[in-house]
């Protein structure tokens, strides 16, 4: 092992990567015969055995749709899924469990606030500042709204290494500026962006700030009150949970005043055809239909083995497999590094010379190891870093320096097989 791996033995015993891993049956798995080394958490994340458990167990004895029924499978169900807007509240330390919308996931979160806070707030010549750094998630439904409402997008730039242009950002406020839109980490190159400092900025010139956590959420601690966002969205099956879940949080005020974005079941008061409908208070306003139930369930106790794991535990090893990764692949002749931010969450995004990434991507798939390749729905930003694709490895609680290992050594054989 090299040094850096050897340092790192003392942070396993602080993770417990072994315990850790134990909790996720599909680490178990191999890939064309090999062991599988999943590097692809950015996209979405393994599952421990606990929330597979959980949808187990919903289904296995106390399924049944939530809030209307007066029997006792309803009222379990009721209990659990109102109970995990409490898990939610704590996890991101919101004031109140009714600031937690459970939507689909980060994209209905986004939508959600375009739709509907957006068309009560925003009309022709608005401004809304996204950054290059944004998933396609956080750019899409503004280009929607300035096609339909003839609002404004600017753009913050970044610099080479994938840093946020704080100046640049600062002048782009006018007084016809009403939100920015930013995301908390960067999916594609991992830079942490200064989400507090940019609300502050956001706010002094009185225009709100949604926060995309997605890719914070998994990695550090998240505290809505400290960042003072007004909204803050991630999705479950990114931080250990199931998919088709996801949460939105809104300031109490500002949830309030929106008007409802989907009508159906669950959101109403009253409904008639001879007086106006009557809408029910928040967060059930935002939750029109049968929600996502087992899900939004499960999503509770992965955020408890979250907590149980320690955030900050979790942070600090995939900050070594990250140190140890990126010291690694810098040996490699022709590997470009893309986000060299001093501020990087686990995600370590590559291009090289001569092979092109989807090659990679395949060949070392079939040594058993799991990355993504492409655009990483952040094409904006790989167009001005002059790229239409890179390798993007990702790290997780349960990664090892190990698997590290096994990913730099498959990456310079494929790398040899395709120059
Ligand atoms: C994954 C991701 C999204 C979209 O999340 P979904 O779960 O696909 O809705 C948005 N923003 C960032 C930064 C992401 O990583």
Known sequence: M???A???????RVLDVAGVRADFPILERRVHGKPLVYLDNAATSQTPRQVIETLSDY???????IHRGLHTLADEATAAFEGTRETVRGFINAAEPREIVFTRGTTEAINLVANSWGRANLEAG??????????HSNIVPWQLLADQLG???KVIPVDERGVLDMEAYRALFTERTRLVAVNHVSNAFGTVNPVREMATIAHAHGARI???????APHQRVDVREIDADFYAFSGHKVYGPTGVGVLYGKAALLEAMPPWQGGGEMIKTVSFEAPTTFAGIPHKFEAGTPAIAEVIALGRALEWVGGVGLEAIGAWEARLLAHATAAVSRIDGLRILGTAPDKAGVLSFV?????SQDIGLLIDQLGVAIRTGHHCAQPLLTQFGVDATCRASFAAYNTLEEVDVFVEALERVIGMVR
């Open 59 to 65: 289904y296995s004895r106390y399924n049944a749709n």
């Open 126 to 135: 608005d401004e809304v500042l996204v950054s290059l750094l944004e998933h």
């Open 151 to 153: 609002i404004v997008v």
């Open 6 to 12: 050897t340092q790192g033995v003392i942070d396993t």
């Open 352 to 356: 090289v010379d001569g092979a092109h």
């Open 210 to 216: 949604l926060v995309d956590g997605a890719q914070a």
């Open 2 to 4: 090299t040094e850096l």
